[in-house]
């Protein structure tokens, strides 16, 4: 599965970064995330659940964070297993450029699906990945917002 | 009574209405009290090391009695299944070597394909079996996967057999290989086509399902599970279990569908039946869908280059096949023989050419293993053939319906003993097509093209004769009984799996003993209660269990007349039968046939001493295959926008020897077309170059739909009996599949050459055709 996206966020790179980081901020971010701990140089440790198509299951995932250029660009690593549903493995490369308006974020996942994910999900895989993105975008830049008091 | 075989036109149904009502015995019907329920764990990754299996998590769930994994299998005395038909060389004489590739019923150090089970979860409930087996954690190292029907040359990493560097499970030769290339090479032309047999999943519409249990006392294991007949599946049963033979009772009832991937033993059943032995209950599994798709064995998956050298006036003088075959993870079954030897009893075909020669390799693949599939090497044959004599009618310029009568094997050469020792004893091929021509109005197609064009319709016609091995083992045995009740019982091996044996094998015994169709019982599929035979498979009943029922019922009425002899005052020979009674000429006596054991007993109860007895088990024996052949005919429309195909038309010219029900024989021809039809355009299995398969339901396995049927479908019986069986018949089971690969794709490939596409392979989808046409146009 290949993904790729962009995003504006309105805050300046540095902050960008700093959230990125953030198991804190990850953990709401992150759709259906139960549990998030760690730290940039631990990596982070996630528990989420989540219904793929007609796969239902959590996920114990465990990410690391590599060719860090802070605030420029970063790669994930990461594996999911979801146990009896299968698993997800795969990176992401990060990247941050300052713009007008606030940060670009350009992002290219390659991820590989494996188990009842790849046998009953392949089909619905890579929209399910766009959602996924497009939730955890909209609750990242909503934290940005200055005219949304709520964030 | 009923008509005289062979004359009836309606069919005789002795089973549908019951099974379309709901009334049948599947084997998941089959709950006997207090059965528990097991699901299996099953593997995620194709290739890969078993580090660790966790089944703490799952045994704590309310309703889990016990979780097994291969090491309790092998502290329960089990063994690995084995390859069970040896490899044998084309003269059937020699045993050729492959790789030995034993295969756990659990996996115990390493995974060899996705869906492969590793453990074992027994409940109460299914839903808790479920619940359970979702918690089991198992921790696979993943190993490098081979996916895919090719085979390298040199070592590969992480090969899946330690003896095999390269994955390569066998490689077998047929036919003098020098002779082959050298007349090829000197031939004025010489064709050659790379065809490339999808993998396929069987889908029977039940899925595999088995109940197992023991009993102590005995120390016997018995298990419920569909089969095309228990005889081979009790044997890979009673192995694996590492018992013996006496040991396992194998019983199957009503089952839905086999078409070759019912007849060995699997690794499930193995499983559930060690846990109702250490549990002491009957222990239940069935097999979802996608269970099916990961775990049932497979179908097809060969890769074919066939080459052709033609002189100028169409002769093919010599003919090479070069095969590779995926056997996938393990060899089951007959798995090894399908694209070697099978191909070599059926590549000879309608035509006489000269000399062919055949190379065939096996790849082991990080998939599920393959076996026979309906047609078994047959379809993958006539495809090779069939594709190349279209492809070289293009080449020579000549007519391709012309080019192919050039090469046929003539009536008047009958018996003709074919190059690999098989004789053919009958068979009109230039009849069969002159049928299909005639039948399809094949010489009026070019003006429907014209039409078709109007529309903005690429039409196409294509055409496929075959000759196919019929029979596959060469004795039937039946045992004949008839009871004091005045019933007769008949008990053979293959089991119906929707061919309605019981309905054919009735009519024949009826029709011979002049009694009604509801006075015979019979019985299959118990290994305790019938003779040992061999199964449904290679399109066989019809002939062979129809033949011993022939040859047992006409016994059976000489052994009755002397039975009357000795009950009535008249002699044998002063004895006639007719309608189901013999009456003695002179005193003008009669005595029912069935009424016999009754009037046997009551004569020994009175101390008569009468040895007779009108019970025997009567074994058929052929004198080799048989050979259904046919033309078939299709005709096809494409859409230029959109490459949408509807097949219009499609026309079947069959010589299936003596048709003793014509409803039955157009039956199987249908179910064997559409399966045909199935692989020409829409199904195939699919792995991703990791192993993880991707067509893993029915919503991306695409089974083929009433939608995907021919608007106008023609049956035609076009017979010239076999001398080899006393029916005359050849066997229909396969001959669909067989055919209808090859027509779609040569009407196809007619459709679509008017736009320069040459080369397709199947399935032809829409996007496919859509695709060629782009490619070939740009």
Redesign the interface.
């Known amino acids: 599965m290949e993904m790729k996206g962009s995003q504006l966020i309105p805050a300046p790179a540095a902050e960008v970064w700093a959230a990125l980081l953030d198991s804190d901020v990850l953990r709401d971010c992150v759709p259906g995330c139960q549990e998030m701990a760690g730290d940039p140089e631990q990596g982070f440790e996630a528990t989420v659940v989540q219904k793929v198509g007609p796969v239902k299951a959590t996920f114990r995932g465990a990410v690391t964070l590599e060719d860090m250029v802070p605030p420029e660009s970063l790669t994930l690593r990461g594996e999911g297993k979801g146990?009896?549903?299968?698993?997800a493995k795969g990176g992401a490369r990060i990247t941050l450029t300052e713009e007008e308006e606030g940060t670009r974020l350009d992002y290219d996942v390659e991820a590989?699906?494996?188990?009842?994910l790849?046998?009953?999900g392949?089909?619905i895989i890579n929209s399910f990945a766009k959602k996924m993105a497009d939730e955890f975008f909209a609750r990242f830049r909503a934290r940005f917002d200055t005219t949304n008091p709520g964030a | 009574m009923v008509e005289k075989y062979g004359t009836a036109q309606s069919p005789v149904d002795l089973e549908s209405e019951a099974l379309v009502k709901g009334q049948g015995q599947y084997t998941d019907d089959i709950a006997p009290a207090g059965a528990l329920h097991g699901v299996f764990v099953r593997s995620t990754v194709a290739h890969g090391i078993i580090r660790s299996i966790d089944t703490a998590a799952a045994a704590e769930l309310p309703g889990v009695l016990g979780i097994y994994t291969a090491r309790d299998l092998a502290d329960a005395g089990t063994n690995p299944i084995m390859f069970m038909v040896p490899l044998m060389s084309a003269d059937g004489k020699t045993p050729v070597p492959y790789v030995s590739t034993p295969r756990p019923a659990l996996a115990g150090d390493r995974v060899r394909h996705i869906g492969e089970a590793i453990a074992l979860v027994v409940a109460d409930s299914a839903g808790a079996a479920q619940d359970a087996a979702d918690l089991v954690e198992v921790d696979i190292e993943e190993l490098t996967a081979h996916i895919g029907t090719r085979l390298s040359e040199d070592p590969v990493e992480d090969p899946i057999w330690d003896e095999a560097p390269n994955n390569q499970a066998y490689t077998w030769y047929a036919g003098d290989q020098e002779a082959v290339q050298a007349t090829i090479a000197a031939s004025p032309y010489k064709v050659t086509l790379e065809l490339n047999n999808q993998r396929l999943a069987g889908s029977p519409m039940e899925p595999r399902a088995a109940t197992a249990s023991f009993d102590p006392e005995s120390g016997r294991y018995t298990l419920y599970a569909g089969s095309q007949g228990t005889m081979f599946l009790r044997k890979g049963f009673a192995d694996a279990l590492g018992v013996g033979m006496d040991k396992v009772h194998v019983i199957s009832k009503d089952v839905g569908g086999g078409f070759g991937l019912k007849v060995y033993v699997y690794p499930e059943y193995v499983a559930i039946s060690v846990a109702a032995r250490l549990l002491g209950q009957a222990v239940r599994w069935t097999a979802t869908r996608s269970e099916a798709l990961q775990a049932d064995q497979g179908g097809r998956d060969s890769h074919c280059t066939v080459t052709g050298g033609f002189d100028a006036d169409g002769q093919l003088n010599a003919l090479y096949c070069d095969i590779i075959g995926n056997m996938g993870a393990y060899s089951i079954g007959i798995g090894p023989r399908v694209p070697s030897s099978v191909i070599a009893e059926n590549i000879v075909g309608p035509y006489a050419t000269p000399l062919i020669g055949i190379r065939s390799r096996g790849v082991h693949s990080n998939t599920i293993p393959t076996s026979p599939y309906r047609g078994a090497g047959r379809p993958e044959t006539t495809y090779m053939l069939e594709r190349l004599m279209d492809e070289a009618a293009i080449q020579l310029d000549i007519d391709r319906v012309e080019l192919r009568r050039r090469n046929l094997i003539d009536r008047e050469q009958m018996p003709f003993t074919n190059q690999f020792g098989h004789v053919y004893d009958s068979g009109d091929f230039a009849a069969v097509l002159d049928g299909a021509m005639a039948s399809s109005d094949w010489a009026g197609f070019e003006a429907r093209r014209a039409e078709a064009a109007t529309r903005g319709k690429l039409r196409g016609i294509g055409c496929a004769l075959f000759v196919e091995t019929a029979g596959a083992y060469f004795q039937e045995p039946l045992d004949f009984r008839v009871t004091e009740d005045g019933m007769v019982e008949v008990r053979v091996v293959g089991v119906s799996t929707g061919q309605r044996h019981r309905s054919t094998i009735t009519h024949i015994a009826c029709s011979i003993l002049g009694i009604p169709l509801d006075k015979v019982r019979y019985i299959a599929g118990d290994s305790d209660d019938v003779p040992v035979g061999s199964p449904t498979v290679g399109s066989r009943v019809g002939q062979m269990t129809g033949s011993a029922m022939h040859i047992a019922a006409h016994s059976a009425i000489e052994r009755g007349r002397a039975i009357v002899g000795h009950l009535s005052s008249g002699q044998p020979n002063d004895i006639t039968f007719a309608n189901g009674v013999y009456t003695v000429a002179g005193t003008g006596e009669t005595m029912a046939f069935l009424d016999l054991p009754r009037r046997l007993a009551e004569a020994r109860a009175e101390g008569r001493e009468i040895e007779e007895t009108l019970d025997a088990v009567e074994t058929f024996q052929s004198p080799g295959f048989s050979f259904p052949n046919g033309c078939h005919v299709a005709e096809v429309e494409v859409d230029e926008l959109t490459g949408e195909m509807q097949i219009l038309n499609y026309t079947a010219v069959d010589d299936c020897g003596n048709v003793i029900n014509h409803r039955e024989v157009e039956a199987q021809l249908m179910g064997g077309i559409a399966q045909g039809i199935g692989q020409g355009i829409m199904e195939q299995m699919v792995y991703d170059e990791s192993g993880q398969l991707l067509s893993g339901s029915f919503m991306d396995y695409a089974m083929p739909r009433i939608t995907e049927m021919p608007q106008a479908m023609t049956i035609v019986d076009l017979p010239d009996p076999t001398p080899s069986n006393p029916l005359g018949a050849k066997g229909v089971g396969e001959s669909g599949t067989t055919a209808s690969v090859s027509t779609v794709a040569n009407a196809v490939a007619d459709a679509l050459r008017a736009r320069g596409v040459t080369n397709l392979q199947t399935p032809l989808t829409a996007s496919r055709l859509w695709e060629a046409m782009r490619t070939a146009s740009a």
């Open positions: 146990g009896a549903a299968g698993f590989q699906i494996g188990g009842k790849a046998q009953l392949s089909r």
